[in-house]
């Protein structure tokens, strides 16, 4: 899966599970600020990326991912290791 792909996938359940609006996710939101994320969210994403992309989220490697971009880049380097 390519990195497009990885957006486009995450960027529709954010929109579509999370009720976020579209414009609002670019590559420098923050997931808690600009995205209104909070920590029940974040329980929701671990089911969704884990049903979607097949791994499990573990919370220690998310405590650096505070932008989209590190979303994105998060989820492609476990791609990768898969």
Known sequence: MNRKEIESKVNGFLVEEMEI??????DGALLK????L??????????????????KIRPEEMSGVLTMR?????????????
């Open 33 to 36: 600020e600009d995205l209104g």
């Open 70 to 82: 590190d979303f994105y880049d998060y989820i492609e380097s476990e791609m990768k290791i898969r």
């Open 38 to 55: 909070d920590s029940l969210d974040f329980v929701d994403i671990v089911v969704i990326v884990e049903k979607t992309f097949g791994f």
């Open 21 to 26: 609006e579209g414009a609002d996710i670019n």
